[in-house]
């Protein structure tokens, strides 16, 4: 009876025993699964912060570039790459290794030397004239020794080529008001020194003075107009306009000038038909057809022609057989106060300022303004505007 009961009480306690392991072993993997769980979670918590991180870098506008402590990039955002045109990978490349920019690399030592450099400017060396504006800052950790150094880049290209435009607009705007207020002013002063006493002879500097102050009423027109288009202040007052009858409009207000040089204007455009703003076009042939008077040759002809084009465009062109334009001024001529012989331009009058207003007076239209002309063969301008729209 005891043997019995001391087999059925070994027998218990082995069940409990593998009851026992049992639990501990399920509890045992229950812990290493959610221990496995947390390092997974850890690790794609870490993953989604990296790639967040990535992302917010990536969505600046401003070039980001992050080096370490041994001045080797740890990260460059898109914007810094699009920047400086890299498609290769940067990390743990040196400044000079990356960017062979001596400047930026004497930048960082000066980021080492003083804590932070800001608003420095920075020209980069290639053909396309580049100018970035850099703020750069020493990374220290919360013991104050330095973990490395952060740049930030801004473009400043943009801002640069405006301050130039202005500069150079200024500096013409000057240029032409001085020319004909200069001879006003001396006009006027040998009047009053007694030259009024003379009726042939301040009856010829009364002229002059007229012309000259013509000529500034003209230049300030230009300009108002000009700035307006600039900045689209100018509504157009689109209709169907025919483009033939506007052509010889524009021919007899400027016969006389034409006749004193004893030029052919002719008029071989078809019956095309614009949706335009009637002054405004008439505004740009003037412009055009005043061009080819003053720069073709004496007992030459300039000729007004076009066509359809695209179904939904016309093409106007105005030719004249003069010197032409050399091939580095094509690209030029529309720009403002550009002028291709300054010497010959300024002599034959005018205010710098009617091509410019015909390339926007154009744009405007949603049409587009170029010339073609080779040196001794005259030059041609064209321009296009949306042709009538079919009822």
Known sequence: MWF???????????????????????????RTAELEGFQRHQLQTSVDAKAQQQVLFNSMLEG????????KIYLANRAFKNL????????????????RVHELDELVNQVEAKGQVLNYELKLPDLSERWLQVNAAAVSNSAGEREGTILVFHDLTRLKQLERTREEFVANVSH??????????????????????????????????????????????????????????????????????????????????????????????PELIATADLNRVDQVLANLVDNAIKY?????????????????????????????IPPESLDRVFERFYRVDKARSRDQGGTGLGLSIVKHIVQ???????????????????????????T
């Open 4 to 30: 019995i009961l001391f087999i059925l009480a070994l027998i218990a306690a082995v069940a409990i025993h593998f009851w026992w392991r049992a639990k501990f072993n399920a509890q045992q993997g229950q």
């Open 64 to 71: 980001l570039l992050l080096l370490d402590r041994n001045r």
């Open 84 to 99: 400086f045109g890299l498609k290769t990978e940067l990390r743990g490349k040196t400044i000079l290794e990356a960017l």
């Open 176 to 269: 032409e008001l001085r020319t004909p207020l200069s001879l006003i002013k001396g006009y006027v002063e040998t009047l009053l020194d007694g030259a009024r006493n003379n009726p042939e002879v301040a009856e010829r500097f009364l002229k002059i003075i007229e012309r000259n102050t013509q000529r500034l009423d003209l230049l300030i027109q230009d300009l108002l107009t000009i700035s307006a288009l600039e900045s689209e202040r100018i509504k157009l007052d689109l209709q169907s306009t025919k483009l033939r009858p506007l052509v010889e409009k524009v021919f007899a207000d400027l016969n006389s000038r034409a006749e004193n040089k004893s030029m052919t204007l002719v008029n071989e455009l």
């Open 296 to 324: 073709g040759r004496a007992q030459g002809r300039v000729i007004v022609g076009g066509k359809k084009v695209d179904g939904d465009k016309v093409e106007i062109f105005v030719q004249d057989d003069g010197p032409g």
């Open 364 to 390: 405007a239209h949603g049409g587009e303004a170029w010339v073609k002309s080779e040196p001794g063969q005259g030059a041609t301008f064209f321009f296009t505007l949306p042709a009538e729209i079919a």
